[in-house]
């Protein structure tokens, strides 16, 4: 069956800290370039968990069993529990371990049995791997997590794995040989990654379901079972002896009886994340000096395995651990152990490797040298220098990672500090740009705001002007018509003009050649056709003899017309008053001559002819 990936990362709840990303022991996690979010790479996870166990918002969930136990509990079969040693660390809170057999039993298992039997015949297997040396050194390969480290990472070294199984798998074959082949497994443990371990295996020694002991509190909890309401129930045959110890990390050395002696011993035991990541570096670089075995284990022992009760303290755990293992030898049956033991001696218990060779190709230094210079990290090329904390040990690590597309530039502190800093001083002109353009904004909108009314005003005045005059006053378009007309027009061109003035005041858009003869209105279009003026020009209207002036306003576009009605007294004064100067200025040679024939000085004659001038202007004067 298609599984889905052990870990999952939920985008929603995740707040972008990169502990995930810092804890990771083999850069499994992508840092999306957009969105800056983390995804785990299932293919490069070894599945240890401490990327779960760092998430403080929990955005990271494992593939949970409890759905699938569920169903195998229904499905009819008899199904077997196998515990791990490691109960007695976690279940403190059960008061005797006989209770915690019958709750699993309430849960509805058939059989209960003890991982730590699986442990001692393993153990078995390893004394005699260490102890018949034949020239190579081997890695326990007890550790879900480390095998899967040595597979991917160190994919040259799965030779040296110890080819057994795991505790898990050895009580797996030896359930089915006591019940039956069609008895359903269930696994209960401290570790996660013992659910992608589980997959690998078929037959005799399939594992169907693996439950951590957090899914297993969850259990008891839907199913309200309580210690309190039950009786003590045993364990099912074969019980463990010192497998019992195998929480502990050297534990399985004494389960096994291997020297562990500095002096005599060939074996090295080792626990934690980076202790893990060492042996296995230092053992493939130096195995020829170091000359030992390595017992190793990813957490600080099984008792503090992923899949235990957050907040676990170790050297309590510990000792939890020894003093069940002591109880349990208090009634041990040594002698039937040893038959038991010899009775599942037949058992298949090797194993191989699979290499998965996850490494990455590391760029040339070029490239590298060239993500240092863009974090501003130029020079960190050849030392160890890094504060760590994007999650890489060194810039050098962090820029290879980026190559590889692990990472973004985004998680190096200095160069997202860099960049705030640029950020905040764009920021801070960008303001100061945008404050200065508002107020020029302001200052041009109070302007136009100000010339707008002072256009408004002079319109009104111009309009106020117009419709006082006593000359008629109108304004065409191209198409002859009326744009604007005052009230002097509309009388001079009479009766209908001021119909229409009425409906249409100012007869704004009616067409001029409705109102004018051809004769009159021909004139305009003959100013908008040739753009030059006509000036004073008399135009005989019905009755009306008018001084008429066309001139352009806007080129081809607009024109307009004065009107003066020369039998208006005032206009007809005007006009004098204009020929005469008109006379005076542009004929002042043709004065002379008249004052020489009436034998007048020039300025004589000027003088009179401006008293002439004088006398239409002010009529009443002397
Ligand atoms: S640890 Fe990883 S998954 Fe959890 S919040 Fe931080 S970045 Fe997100
Ligand atoms: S489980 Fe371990 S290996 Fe897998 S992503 Fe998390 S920290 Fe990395």
Excluded at 456 to 476: D, F, P, R, W, Y
Excluded at 528 to 538: F, G, V
Aim: aromatic letters at 10%; glycine letters at 6%; a negative charge.
């Amino acid at each position: 069956m298609l599984q889905e990936p052990l870990f999952h990362i939920s985008h929603d709840a995740c707040i972008k800290c990169y502990s995930c990303v810092r804890i990771c022991p083999v850069k499994a996690i992508r840092v999306d370039v957009n969105t800056e979010l983390p995804s785990i790479i299932p293919e490069r996870c070894i599945g240890c968990g401490s990327c779960y166990r760092s998430c403080s918002p929990h955005a990271i969930s494992f593939r949970s069993s409890i759905e699938e136990t569920k169903s195998i509990l229904a499905s009819g079969k008899k199904v077997a529990a196998i515990c791990d040693p490691t109960i007695s660390g976690e279940f403190h809170d059960i008061t005797d371990y006989r209770k915690f057999v019958e709750m699993i039993r309430q849960l509805g298992f058939t059989y209960v049995n003890e991982a730590s039997f699986g442990v001692d015949l393993v153990a078995f297997k390893y004394k005699e791997l260490f102890e018949n040396f034949r020239g190579k050194y081997h890695f326990t390969a007890n550790c879900p997590s480390v095998v899967a480290y040595i597979e991917k990472y160190y994919p040259e070294l799965i030779t040296n794995l110890a080819p057994i199984v795991s505790p898990m798998v050895a009580t797996a074959k030896v359930v089915r040989q006591k019940y039956g082949s069609d008895v359903q497994v269930v696994f209960i443990g401290p570790c996660i990654s013992t659910k992608d371990e589980a997959l690998k295996f078929e037959g005799d020694a399939t594992i169907n379901a693996v439950l951590t002991f957090v899914e297993l509190r969850q259990l008891f909890n839907e199913f309200n079972i309580r210690e309190s309401q039950l009786e003590f129930s045993e364990f099912d045959a074969p019980l463990g002896y010192k497998g019992s110890l195998y929480p502990i990390s050297n534990g399985f050395l004494q389960a096994a009886d291997i020297n562990e002696n500095l002096l005599t011993g060939t074996v090295i035991t080792t626990e934690g994340r980076n202790n893990m990541l060492h042996a296995v570096k230092e053992f493939d670089s130096r195995i020829e000096l170091i000359r030992r075995n390595f017992n190793i284990f990813y957490d600080e022992g099984c008792l503090m395995g992923p899949g235990t009760s957050p907040g676990g303290e170790k050297f309590l755990r510990m000792t939890l651990v020894t003093d069940y293992a002591n109880k349990r030898l208090v009634s041990f049956d040594k002698d039937v152990w040893e038959d038991e033991i010899a009775s599942f001696a037949h058992l298949d218990l090797s194993r191989q490797f699979e290499p998965d060779d996850q490494r990455l190709p590391v760029p040339d230094d070029e490239k590298i040298e060239e993500v240092l210079k863009m974090i501003s990290r130029e020079g960190h090329m050849d030392n160890e220098v890094g504060c760590e904390s994007c999650g890489y040990s060194n810039c050098r690590d962090l820029a290879i990672a980026i190559t590889q597309g692990l990472a973004t530039t985004e998680m190096c502190h200095v160069f997202s500090g860099h960049n705030r800093q640029e950020y905040i001083q764009t920021l801070r002109s960008t303001n100061e740009n945008l404050a200065t353009t508002k107020a020029a904004l302001k200052e041009s909108e109070e302007k136009a705001k100000h010339e707008q009314e002072a256009q408004k005003e002079s319109a009104e005045i111009i309009t106020t002007m117009l419709q006082n005059l006593l000359s008629g006053v109108v304004i065409v378009d191209d198409d002859l018509k009326i744009y604007q007309s005052n009230k002097a027009f509309i009388r001079i061109v009479g009766e209908e003009a001021a119909m229409i003035d009425e409906v249409i005041p100012g007869l704004v858009g009616a067409d001029l050649k409705s109102l004018l003869p051809v004769h009159f209105y021909k004139m305009f279009s003959y100013v908008l056709t040739s753009d030059e003026p006509i000036e004073n020009k008399d135009v005989q209207f019905g009755d009306i003899k008018l001084g008429v002036s066309i001139f352009p306003i806007r080129s081809h576009k607009y024109v307009g017309g004065i009107l003066r009605d020369m039998y208006v007294p005032e206009v007809r004064k005007e006009q004098i008053i204009t020929r005469l100067t008109e006379v005076i200025d542009e004929n002042f040679e043709m004065v002379q001559k008249i004052a020489y024939l009436l034998g007048e000085g020039a300025s004589k004659t000027e003088q009179m002819l401006n008293s002439v001038i004088d006398s239409y202007k002010n009529p009443g004067k002397k």
